[in-house]
């Protein structure tokens, strides 16, 4: 049996060293006391204090949650959302918006941008910590399926009936799209639309 490591602490449960946590916020005290707690608590930081670094940062890193400020500056949160949201590099990254509006239609906002969550300013790190985790497992299990499905030769789409809209797929299917079909990010190709029909 090889000889235990005993150097470093040994990894709380459920925490992967890969975890990535995106900062975006245009305040400093806001990014400093989030990046020290989150740090503290073992994630690789990212930081980000403007709407176009953010989304330059998101799909250069692909960050496991991103922390969202909505009201910045230029490109505000919500359009920050939209655009990771439409992007397929990003779109599976859950997104939690930090807000000091708690009026309804801001959180419906923040929901309709594609939000999974929110906290309130003052910030609360245990809060936030406590958020982020549960987001970070549910996206895990669902990369997982993606690869699952991957690793069994299961290239996967989502169709909507509607418009054609891809709505979901697996790497291997947006690879094999790409390499087939060469087609738009967004909408199946038309012969794929019409195997899906006849099927």
């Not at 959180?107 to 309130?120: N, R």
């Not at 970070?136 to 789409?157: C, E, H, I, P, Y």
């Amino acid at each position: 049996m090889p000889p235990v490591d005993r150097s470093q602490p040994p990894m709380p449960l459920g925490h992967s060293i890969s975890d990535i946590v995106l900062i975006v916020d245009d305040i400093p005290e806001n990014l400093s006391l989030l990046h020290d707690a989150l740090d503290e608590a073992g994630h690789t930081v990212l930081v980000a204090t403007n709407g176009e670094s953010a989304l330059q940062r998101a799909r250069q890193s692909l960050p496991d949650v991103i922390l969202l400020d909505a009201l910045m500056p230029g490109m505000d949160g919500f359009e920050v959302a939209r655009r990771l949201k439409a992007d397929f590099a990003t779109q599976h990254i859950p997104i939690v918006f930090m807000t000091g509006l708690t009026e309804t239609e801001h959180v419906v906002a923040a929901f309709a941008a594609g939000g999974a969550d929110y906290v309130t300013k003052p910030i609360r790190p245990p809060e936030v910590l406590a958020r982020i985790a549960a987001h970070m497992q549910n996206a895990r299990q669902m990369k997982q399926a993606r690869s699952a499905l991957d690793a069994f030769g299961q290239a996967t789409v989502a169709v909507r009936a509607a418009d054609g809209k891809l709505v979901w797929q697996t790497p291997l299917a947006r690879k094999l799209l790409k390499a087939y079909f060469a087609n738009p990010e967004e909408v199946a190709p038309e012969e794929l639309l019409q195997w899906i029909a006849g099927a």
